[in-house]
């Protein structure tokens, strides 16, 4: 089994910042790519970021010049830096991996748990 633990959502106010952790754990052999999806209420979950493990990144058009992804390859991590926070980045914030798992050496796609994150005043 494969676990992608999720850190870091909250409350913050508009302009605000706000910094997302996932740690992927398990039955990995490697991870191809990490990512950042969210879903807000009544809408469908779309991309935010992605990043692959030789650190091409992408964004989606609203997030561009605001949010940055990294990962850290040796510790299985993806983050999501967040700055000039709106209320329509209000959602729940997923982690996602596409790996190949250490037993079979299938290729998998993993989701975490969510994390709110609420903006507002």
């Known amino acids: 089994q494969v676990q992608l633990v999720e850190s870091g959502g909250g409350l913050v106010q508009p302009g605000g910042s706000l910094r997302l952790s996932c740690a992927a754990s398990?039955?990995?052999?490697?991870?191809?790519?990490m990512g950042w999806y969210r879903q807000a209420p009544g809408k469908e979950r779309e991309l935010v970021a992605t990043s692959t493990r030789g650190g091409s990144t992408n964004y989606a058009d609203s997030v561009k010049g605001r949010f940055t992804i990294s990962r850290d390859n040796a510790k299985n991590t993806v983050y999501l830096q967040m700055n000039s926070l709106k209320p329509e980045d209000t959602a729940v914030y997923y982690c996602?991996?596409?790996?190949?798992?250490?037993?079979?050496?299938?290729?998998?796609?993993?989701w975490g748990q969510g994390t709110q994150v609420t903006v507002s005043s």
């Open positions: 398990g039955n990995i052999f490697s991870i191809n790519v």
């Open positions: 996602n991996a596409v790996l190949v798992l250490a037993t079979t050496y299938k290729l998998s796609n993993a």
